[in-house]
């Protein structure tokens, strides 16, 4: 069988969670649990794609895979680090 890219994300678009929209969820459930009051507009989201690739389609987005590749390793050299979203609730309560 011939593999499809489509099934490798767990999101019919891979935008859902590339966007970090998903983590800021889950951060503000964990939030309101500890008792806090904000919203998803209070949460700085970062996506691993950039702007330009929010508006185009599926199939075009798709296609800019290997871009984004470039740009996530481009951001993992210049910070020397592993790319990944990090909830940080110690500076919400302070």
């Keep these: 069988a011939d593999f499809n890219i489509y099934s ?6 891979p935008r859902d ?3 970090g929209v998903d ?4 951060a503000l459930i964990i939030s309101r649990c500890m008792g806090q009051s904000f919203n998803l507009s209070d949460i700085e989201i970062e996506a691993l794609y950039p702007p330009e690739f929010e508006d185009i389609s599926l199939d075009e987005f798709m ?7 470039e740009i996530v390793d481009d951001k993992v050299k210049i910070n020397v680090c592993v790319v990944c979203y990090f909830l940080d609730l110690v500076n919400v309560f302070m």
């Design 63 to 69: 296609s800019k895979l290997p871009e984004l590749d």
């Design 23 to 26: 983590v800021a969820r889950k």
């Design 8 to 13: 490798s994300f767990t999101e019919p678009d």
């Design 17 to 19: 969670d590339l966007s």
